[in-house]
């Protein structure tokens, strides 16, 4: 069974099933499989549900995420703020480990760092700290962008995941 068939055939809520997709995930890669053919058939609302399940199984095994990180890239320029900062949960757990992949999802990420929505903004900022802190490459170019970031930003929670990452390179 596909995951978007598990997906909709679940009675359980939003948390729950995000949490039993995760484990699932992590149990049975191939579950993956086809979903960048699948993800046009979902709503807003079940988006946000399977990102939160693969934003949770990469917090177990970052690198479930690799055959669908496409899908991850188009889930930044979603409408659904859910959708957007699980993407960018999900960009910030596995910049370690695919450095050269999410480097090309940065332009997006810098549009997101405007969005309205607090979350999204802490979630973009997560993604790009991670990005600063393991890719060397995307590094130098970055920090005069999250330099003017700072001195936009209004929110201290979203300031401070920033200040974190510019930290640890110290």
Same mark, same amino acid.
């Given at each position: 069974?596909?995951? %978007?068939?598990? +997906? ?12 039993? #997709?995760?484990?699932? /995930?992590?149990k &049975?890669?191939d ?6 053919? &699948? /993800? &046009? #058939? +979902?709503?807003?609302?079940? !988006?946000? /549900?399977?990102?939160?399940a *693969?934003?949770? $199984?990469?917090? *177990? ?9 496409? %899908? ?9 703020p859910? @959708?957007?900062?699980? $993407? ?38 997560? $993604? +790009?700290?991670? *990005? *600063?802190?393991?890719?060397? !490459?995307?590094?130098?170019? #970055?920090?005069?962008? @999250?330099?003017? /970031? #700072? ?6 929670? @979203?300031?401070?995941?920033?200040k !974190? ?6």
């Amino acid at each position: 069974m596909r995951l %978007v068939e598990r +997906l909709r055939g679940s009675e359980l809520r939003a948390k729950e099933l995000s949490s039993f #997709l995760s484990k699932e /995930i992590v149990k &049975d890669r191939d579950l993956l499989e086809g979903l960048a053919d &699948d /993800i &046009d #058939l +979902l709503n807003d609302v079940e !988006k946000g /549900i399977l990102l939160e399940a *693969i934003e949770y $199984a990469t917090n *177990i095994d970052p690198e479930v995420v690799e055959p669908v990180l496409e %899908v991850v890239f188009e889930c930044l320029k979603c409408e659904a703020p859910k @959708v957007k900062w699980e $993407a960018a949960r999900v960009v910030g757990n596995v910049a370690h480990l695919f450095p050269d992949e999410v480097s090309r999802f940065v332009p997006r990420l810098l549009e997101n760092t405007r969005h309205r929505g607090t979350v999204v903004r802490w979630s973009t900022a997560f $993604a +790009l700290g991670e *990005i *600063i802190k393991h890719d060397m !490459k995307t590094r130098h170019g #970055l920090l005069p962008e @999250v330099e003017k /970031i #700072l001195k936009r930003e209004k929110n201290n929670g @979203v300031k401070n995941v920033y200040k !974190k990452a510019l930290k640890s390179l110290q």
